[in-house]
């Protein structure tokens, strides 16, 4: 039932650390950590968060529920994390994304992801999958979606190279945004 995903840009950096751009599932993810396109409040209804929340389980949504009674509604900069239900990976780090349309959007995109490294480094993770965050219900054209995730995940690996994060892979579900990701990463590959 299940397609593999299949890999069709790879970088190798310092160490042997990777950057992988895949089509696929990112519920059926084999890393130690997805990280979900979601909103402040974690309330995961629709596109990728309901696809998380349906295949993992309640524990997913619930664990959200407890994190924004302890902390509040999470911001760009700070993502929160929950365990994975009956996922293949270990943890969900749930990450903002701005609406298209509130301003600021770039600069709020490239926060966004960095927080997800910043919390990868917290947990000690080694392998993480991102979602083409904002791109869907949030509007965020996906070919400037494409250039800034493809120079956020470059610089973090130029800037980290003892990192312990050493696989780190872009996701993403239909073939018309695989190909703005693909033309926009072979366009780095000079
Ligand atoms: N695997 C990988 N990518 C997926 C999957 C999947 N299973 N399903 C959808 N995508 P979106 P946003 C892609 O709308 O724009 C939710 O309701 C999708 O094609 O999930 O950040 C949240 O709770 C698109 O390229 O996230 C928030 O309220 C990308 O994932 C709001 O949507 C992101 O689309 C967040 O909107």
């Known amino acids: 039932m299940d397609t593999p995903a299949k890999v069709y840009f790879e970088a190798l950096f310092h160490e042997g650390n990777q950057l992988q751009l895949v089509q696929g599932d990112l519920t059926h993810e084999n890393v130690d950590a997805i990280v979900n396109a979601a909103n402040s409040h974690l309330q995961h209804g629709g596109g990728v968060a309901g696809a998380i929340s349906r295949a993992g389980g309640n524990i997913i949504q ?31 780090i749930h990450a903002v994304g701005p609406i298209w349309g509130e301003g600021d959007e770039e600069l709020k995109l490239r926060e966004t992801i960095r927080g997800c490294f910043i919390l990868a480094g917290e947990l000690a993770i080694h392998s993480i999958s991102f979602p083409a965050i904002s791109t869907g219900i949030y509007r965020f054209p996906c070919g400037k ?38 033309e926009e990463f072979h366009r780095t590959d000079e």
């Open 145 to 182: 979606a494409a250039q800034v995730f493809k120079e956020e995940l470059f610089r973090f690996f130029k800037k980290n190279p003892q990192t312990g994060l050493h696989l780190v892979r872009m996701v993403v579900f239909d073939a018309q945004t695989l190909q703005t990701f693909l």
């Open 62 to 92: 619930q664990e959200s529920n407890a994190w924004i009674q302890k902390h509040g509604p999470i911001t760009h900069t700070r993502p929160a994390f929950t365990s994975a239900g009956s996922l293949p990976c270990r943890y969900i």
